[in-house]
């Protein structure tokens, strides 16, 4: 059984920031990408940023120079700094690992909301 337990989630005024926090636990293994997806009310869910076991990073164009993904493979733990967050990105997050298996998880989801 994996479990992954997201946190950092919250409220915040336009042009603050955030941090969010994604830990895996259970028999994961190897974990190869992980990554951050959003789904808005009435959107579907897209992927925000993702990192490989080799750091290479991917962003979506609506986040770049603004979040900034990392991971600690010893914590198994994948993070998402988001800065000059706006209304645009008010949405649920969620965190999704893929294992060497190709295995696939996800969190249960973190709701940011930024007021503007």
């Known amino acids: 059984q994996v479990q992954l337990v997201e946190s950092g989630g919250g409220l915040v005024q336009a042009g603050g920031s955030l941090k969010l926090s994604c830990t895996a636990s259970?028999?994961?293994?190897?974990?190869?990408?992980m990554g951050w997806y959003r789904q808005a009310p009435g959107k579907q869910r897209d992927l925000v940023a993702r990192i490989t076991s080799s750091g290479w990073t991917y962003y979506a164009d609506s986040v770049k120079g603004r979040f900034t993904i990392s991971r600690n493979d010893a914590k198994k733990t994948v993070y998402l700094q988001m800065n000059s967050l706006n209304a645009a990105d008010t949405a649920v997050y969620y965190c999704n690992v893929q294992g060497a298996c190709c295995d696939e998880y996800w969190g249960q989801g973190t709701q940011v909301t930024v007021s503007s």
């Open positions: 259970g028999s994961i293994g190897s974990i190869n990408t």
